[in-house]
């Protein structure tokens, strides 16, 4: 529900195109700050149809500022991956969606100011450490994990300014999730990296240093990720528990998909992925 709903809302507020962008992550970003701000429990769920599935309806999240916002940032990361794909590749695909979506782009740009400047820096930090072909993992990771870190805190919203605690606990997840998917990022990515020549950070570790970095050292780190995650998330949905009716099943079915990211599903990723990197470091 909260999936279609961020497409939706894409649709909706930032154009139909930019729907063809649309990412997971957002999905959970909008069901973690419905969780997070107590919107669970308010939310409009619509059953439509959709440009994807015309002759099947199904439910989605509608009328919610958590969503509103998951779409907007959406749009920011796409805008900003076609641009950079844009000037590394001169794929004109990429200059062709670019130009396509720009319209949505300044619509999100407009309303969430703090979160596009956020996206905006990481991605020119992040363009600069690959054209310096940075050593270091967590210097290369560092804007995406402070990007994510932004976008989870809502910056934007005045939605948790009157709870400092609920904001440093969304930004410890969202710079672990950002460190974290960086990292894995890489993980997949390097043996097309290898054959392509491109840059990534897992074949210029090892490059400099005098002791060899394993793939037991890389997969340590995405697992103390994982558990910084965790340990931030279990505080976190103590203090929704205490402050809003959890009884609901929109609350247990929603905190049952977030609990099987953080628990499950991550931490399958890095088992199954990282292990096999040292054929390739």
């Known amino acids: 529900m909260y999936y279609c709903g961020v497409c939706k809302s894409i649709g909706r507020n930032f154009g ?27 939310s409009v769920i619509k059953r439509s149809t959709c440009i994807a599935h015309p002759f099947k309806k199904s439910m989605s999240i509608n009328d919610c500022n958590c969503v509103d916002y998951a ?40 309303m969430y100011p703090i979160a596009a400047d956020s996206v905006f820096f990481s991605i020119n930090e992040l363009t600069k450490l690959e054209k310096n ?38 930004g410890k997840i969202g710079y672990n999730v950002g ?4 990292l894995i990022d890489a993980v997949f990515d390097i043996e097309r990296d290898k054959k392509d020549k491109n840059y990534n950070v897992l074949l210029n570790i090892n490059e400099n240093d005098i002791i060899k970095t394993t793939s037991e050292d890389i997969k340590f780190i995405l697992q103390l990720c994982l558990a910084n995650c965790a340990q931030a998330y279990e505080e976190l949905i103590k203090i929704i528990e205490n402050e809003y009716d ?36």
């Open 16 to 42: 139909q195109l930019s729907r063809f962008g649309l990412v997971y992550e957002t999905a959970i970003l909008a069901l973690l700050l419905s969780l997070t701000s107590g919107n669970f429990n308010t």
């Open 71 to 110: 779409a907007a940032v959406n749009v920011l990361l796409l805008y900003f991956k076609l641009q950079d794909s844009w000037q590394d590749d001169r794929s004109i695909a990429s200059l062709s969606a670019k130009i396509a979506i720009k319209r949505g782009f300044k619509k999100a740009a407009v």
């Open 133 to 170: 072909q940075c050593d270091s993992i967590d210097k290369a990771c560092e804007p995406f994990a402070q990007m994510l870190s932004n976008i989870f805190k809502w910056l934007d919203s005045d939605v948790f300014s009157s709870n400092p605690l609920k904001l440093d606990l969304l």
């Open 179 to 182: 460190k974290w998917i960086y």
């Open 246 to 281: 959890t009884s609901s099943i929109r609350y247990i079915n929603a905190k049952g998909v977030t609990d099987n990211l953080f628990y499950v599903g991550m931490r399958h990723i890095t088992e199954t992925k990282a292990g096999k990197l040292h054929e390739s470091i």
